[in-house]
C-alpha cells in the first residue's frame, strides 16, 4: 500500500491482469457454459448430436466453440485507489492478441469499418469500458460477441408516454422477428433509461450471468433491474416457436435480465441486445 494525498493506494501488477484475462479469453472461447450444456442435455432436435460434439471437442481440444471467435469487450469496474503497472487497456488488448494469434482463434477486426476494411490480425482493438467503484479491486467482464448477435443490437427511443404493454410488445416483435439470426437459443439483454449509449450499456451488462449482473447494485446503486418485466418477456418469448437455430424446436430464449437507469424527463431510451447461445461471457476479479 502507498499514500496519495492521505488516500490508501493499492498497487496489483498489470502481468497478474494479463495472465488472468489470457487464462478466462482462452477458457470462454473453449468452455461451454455449464447452464448451456444442461439446457441441451435433453434436447434432440435438429443437429442436438453435432451440437453436443461441438461443445465435447471444444472442452477437449481447446479449440473454439464457434468459428466466429467475436470482439471481445470488456466491462472493468476498478477501485479508485487502485494502481497498476501498465495501462489496464493495453493490457487488456495484450492478452486478446496474445490468445487470438497464439490460440489460432479467427482474427476478425477491421481497422476501418467503411472503406478499406483492412483486417488487423489481431482481433484488437478490444471495446474497453472502465468505472470507477469504491472498492479495492479489479473486476473484469469479458463477453466475446459474434457478429451475427452484434448485428442485432438495437436502441428505441420511445415516447416517454408509452405505455408498458406496447414497451412489452415492441421487445417481443422485435426478438420475434430477428432472433433466428443470431444462432438461438438467444439471451435477451434490455436496457431502460440513461441516454442513448447508457441503454445499449446496460443492455450489454444485461448479457452476463445473473451472478455477475447482481454485483451491479454495489457498484452502482443507480442500476436497478426490472426482474417482473424480465419474467413477462420470458414467457412470451417461449410462445415464440423460433426454436434452436432457427428450426422451430427446442428453446428459442435462454434468458432475459432488464436494467434500468433514470433518465430525463423528455425520454425514454430502450435498447435491446443479445447473444448467441453459446454466451461467452466470463469475469475475473483480481484484489
Not at 487488456?92 to 469499418?113: H, N, W
Not at 490480425?121 to 467503484?133: S, W, Y
Not at 438461438?184 to 433509461?193: F, M, Q, S
Not at 440513461?194 to 450471468?209: M, R
Amino acid at each position: 500500500m502507498a499514500q496519495n494525498g492521505g488516500e490508501s493506494m493499492k498497487t496489483i501488477d498489470s502481468k497478474i491482469v494479463y495472465e488472468r484475462v489470457c487464462n478466462a479469453l482462452l477458457d470462454v472461447n473453449t468452455n461451454i457454459d455449464p447452464r448451456v450444456e444442461k439446457l441441451f442435455e435433453n434436447y434432440d432436435g435438429p443437429f442436438a448430436r453435432e451440437i453436443k460434439e461441438n461443445m465435447n471437442i471444444a472442452r477437449t481440444s481447446k479449440m473454439p466453440l464457434c468459428q466466429d471467435t467475436g470482439i471481445v469487450e470488456f466491462f472493468v469496474w476498478k477501485g479508485y485507489n487502485v494502481h497498476l503497472t501498465s495501462p489496464l487497456k493495453d493490457t487488456l488488448e495484450q492478452a486478446v492478441r496474445e490468445v487470438y494469434t497464439g490460440s489460432g482463434f479467427r482474427k476478425g477486426i477491421v481497422s476501418d469499418p467503411l472503406f478499406e476494411r483492412k483486417n488487423t490480425l489481431d482481433n484488437t482493438p478490444a471495446i474497453v469500458h472502465i468505472f470507477e467503484i469504491d472498492k479495492p479491486i479489479i473486476d473484469i467482464w469479458m463477453i466475446a460477441k459474434g457478429g451475427g448477435s452484434e448485428n442485432l443490437s438495437t436502441i428505441f427511443m420511445l415516447q416517454p408516454s408509452e405505455s408498458y404493454e406496447n414497451v412489452l410488445k415492441t421487445i417481443v416483435s422485435y426478438i420475434e422477428n430477428n432472433a433466428a439470426n443470431a444462432c438461438p437459443p438467444i439471451i435477451v439483454g434490455v436496457g431502460i433509461g440513461g441516454t442513448s449509449d447508457k441503454a445499449i450499456l446496460l443492455s450489454k451488462l444485461a448479457l452476463f450471468n445473473p451472478s455477475t449482473i447482481e454485483l451491479l447494485h454495489r457498484y452502482d446503486e443507480k442500476i436497478g433491474e426490472y426482474s417482473q418485466m424480465a419474467n413477462e418477456l420470458q414467457k412470451c418469448f417461449s410462445n415464440l416457436k423460433i426454436g434452436v437455430q432457427g428450426l422451430g424446436i427446442g428453446p428459442t430464449v435462454q434468458r432475459t435480465n432488464v436494467l434500468n437507469y433514470p433518465t430525463h424527463i423528455a425520454t425514454l431510451p430502450l435498447a435491446i441486445s443479445v447473444d448467441c447461445y453459446l454466451s461467452r461471457t466470463l469475469s475475473v476479479v483480481i484484489e
